[in-house]
């Protein structure tokens, strides 16, 4: 029983490794810019990165499909210049996380990416007095109806298991700023999923 | 007074963590609804690819024998040390993945010390080949953990990129 599920643990683990190894050598050969090898990086992250993007971005469909060629593209042009110092899944998911802050920050129209902490203030008092439009929407929906900074913070935070500190960083913001929109963001998560959560 | 705020305080808590728990359930991958690679393929046909970083002058001027002659070194010793694949594993060993995994490794290290130093653009499509076909092993191995010969035909792989790379720093 013991060495069956050891057995597992190490199948997963080596598993997990293949994948990071096959990816460095499909990177390599990318980043002497072999498109074929390229492809096979986007087929085996297209989910990941897309999935990030739609998560930051509040939004499936064209935009957000837009963003993840983007990121793909950054990608191509930049892994000459990779190190290899971490893996090329998790360079790729920060690239998918910049890619999509840019494009909220130079967003026009609705609350600008810097100044949503009003907007944020505005729905949250809607929100505590009970809207009965909000109390069947479902999690994925609540958090796309966020205003952009908050539902970044959050998503950082509480999906994607990013630190305070790295969130500040990306954000360019005080980690206290972060911690602040963190709080007041699963606030108004709760008041929209009707005290569910 | 205080007690009502010391539950309030509580039940915020407990919300956040249940709140936390859920939201780390939307942590999936997403594939687009469209594919997207043509569209990439298109864009990066026309998109340059940044210089690779060169390493310093001094690393340049000193070190390419030296790291040369201890990675050649470094790779050799742990491949000697490492126990021979069997021949015939039993189904579902990890072995193969492991010793799969170490090698890509020890190689991929390799392969990042040496590359600090400029390496000649006309061995790139080379690299390409071979690193390419270390991905294509790598995926066979994961696929067939059973399939011990991968090993062998993966170590001879990167011995030609390694033997390239030291190379083309050495001339």
């Known amino acids: ?197 | 007074m205080n007690a009502n705020n010391d539950g309030a305080q509580e039940h915020d808590a407990q919300a956040d963590e249940q709140l936390r728990w859920q939201l780390r359930g939307l942590r999936r991958d997403l594939e687009p609804q469209a594919d997207l690679w043509p569209g990439i393929a298109a864009r990066i046909a026309q998109a340059p690819q940044q210089a690779a970083a060169s390493g310093n002058a001094r690393t340049r001027r000193f070190a390419p024998w030296a790291m040369a002659a201890s990675v050649l070194l470094a790779v050799g010793v742990v491949w000697q040390l490492m126990p021979a694949a069997p021949q015939q594993a039993p189904v579902g060993n990890p072995m193969v993945r492991q010793q799969a995994v170490s090698m890509a490794l020890d190689y991929e290290r390799a392969f990042a010390r040496l590359e600090q130093a400029d390496t000649h653009p006309e061995l790139h499509g080379a690299f390409g080949e071979l690193d390419r076909s270390a991905a294509q092993i790598l995926s066979a191995i994961d696929n067939d953990p059973n399939a011990t010969f991968l090993l062998e035909q993966l170590r001879r792989t990167y011995a030609r990129r390694l033997q390239l790379t030291q190379r083309a720093v050495m001339t």
């Open chain 1, 1 to 197: 029983m013991l060495t069956a599920a050891m057995t597992d643990a190490m199948t997963d683990t080596t598993t997990a490794e293949v994948a990071a190894a096959t990816d460095a050598a499909l990177a390599r050969s990318a980043a002497a810019g072999d498109a074929g090898a390229f492809e096979s990086i986007y087929r085996r992250h297209a989910g990941r990165v897309h999935g990030v993007i739609v998560r930051l971005v509040g939004a499936h469909g064209v935009r957000a499909e837009d963003l993840t060629q983007e990121a793909f593209v950054r990608a191509w042009q930049a892994l000459p210049k990779f190190r290899f110092e971490s893996a090329v899944s998790t360079w790729l998911h920060r690239l998918a996380v910049t890619t999509a802050l840019m494009e909220l920050r130079s967003r026009r129209g609705g609350p600008r990416f810097d100044e949503d902490e009003d907007a944020l203030d505005g729905l949250g008092v809607a929100d505590s007095a009970g809207n009965g439009t909000a109390l069947s929407m479902d999690l994925e929906r609540a958090v796309a109806t966020l205003p952009p900074r908050a539902r970044a913070v959050l998503v950082l935070h509480d999906v994607e298991g990013w630190k305070h500190e790295e969130i500040a960083s990306e954000l360019g913001m005080a980690v206290g700023s972060s911690k602040a929109q963190l709080h007041r963001a699963r606030q108004l998560l709760r008041g929209r999923l009707g005290g569910e959560a």
